[in-house]
């Protein structure tokens, strides 16, 4: 048994969801008018996914095995994340597939470098499944929500890639994003998760058109390119040095644009002959300083790198010494 299956009560009529494993005997179950009880595992059973579709299939006319794939007609197609109201001191997190796809998925939580799995399953299309429960109160605490997605469909259909993606909220504007959830038909904080163009009616990509335009520079780009400019002998890293738009950035993005700027001006320094540079990256949980290290290890050009400046930055630099 897993958070989210659908279970049935063996001495009951009452149906629900599980919500959360208490230990190793007893689940919590959310039955269909909000109540969650706790219940053994051996008085309930799963009812599998597979028993509505047969019943369904009774009813409805025979299909010719690999029919070609016919889109639905329904709501918004998309994949949803619903942070539902439970009341004023809970949210509870539902994973939503309005996609004409089953997905095969898996949900977890990274927190300080930590990952957590958090649900995993089959959510059929048209279908919505309940995560967890979360506090508002530990809005600040909550981790970065990590998703990683399989698409299938019976029959012909175009291939689409695997797809992952991170949330990490700021309450500056999760609070303003109160919608109607599809399915649920409910007032929540709604976020789509495949926003990107792979819900359906998405445009394919055409690879020959993004390599064109890549290998494609205008007379400034050229000039750009033959232009090199010499870094500072001592760059800061620290975010808000780098965008004055990092309020709006998760941790991932703001460790990609460091990183980013990392490389950029490490190989301006190289290559315009510079014999040492240091680069200000904080202490803080020290992930920006071990990933730029661990590049610093991989490069054939660097004599050697060390912290630097104990005084000045408290070990929250690095030196560099170019070959």
Request: overall charge neutral.
């Amino acid at each position: 048994m897993n958070i989210g299956d659908k279970v049935r009560f063996l001495h009951g009529q009452e149906q629900g969801i599980i919500t959360r494993m208490i230990d190793k005997d007893l689940v919590e179950v959310e039955i269909e008018d909000g109540f969650q009880i706790p219940m053994l595992k051996k008085e309930i059973v799963v009812v599998a996914q597979e028993e509505g579709k047969y019943f369904k299939k009774q009813e409805a006319p025979a299909k010719e095995r690999d029919e070609p794939f016919k889109p639905k007609t329904s709501i918004k197609q998309g994949i949803y994340l619903a942070f539902l109201p439970v009341n004023d001191k809970q949210l509870a997190l539902y994973f939503i597939n309005t996609l004409n796809f089953d997905l095969s998925y898996l949900i977890g939580e990274e927190q300080n470098g930590n990952f957590k799995g958090t649900a995993h399953g089959i959510l059929s299309s048209q279908q919505s499944v309940k995560i967890r429960e979360v506090l508002v109160s530990e809005f600040d605490q909550w981790p970065t929500w990590v998703m990683q997605l399989l698409f299938f469909h019976q029959g012909y259909y175009t291939l689409r890639e695997p797809l992952v993606r991170k949330f990490r909220f700021k309450a500056a504007t999760f609070f303003k994003n109160k919608r109607q959830a599809p399915l649920l038909d409910k007032p929540s904080f709604l976020f789509e998760v495949d926003a990107s163009g792979l819900s359906e009616g998405g445009k394919p990509i055409d690879i020959n058109q993004v390599k064109e335009k890549m290998l494609s520079h205008t007379e400034e780009d050229k000039n750009r390119l033959l232009r090199l400019d010499r870094p500072a002998r001592e760059v800061d890293l620290h975010i808000e040095k780098l965008t004055p738009d990092y309020d709006k950035m998760n941790n991932t993005e703001m460790l990609e644009l460091q990183l980013k700027t990392f490389e950029d001006k490490l190989d301006s320094a190289i290559a315009t002959g510079m014999e040492e540079i240091t680069f200000v990256h904080g202490i803080g949980s020290g992930v920006l300083r071990t990933a730029i290290q661990k590049r610093l290890s991989k490069l054939k050009n660097i004599q050697y790198y060390q912290d630097t400046q104990r005084d000045k930055f408290g070990y929250g630099a690095t030196l560099i010494r170019i070959k």
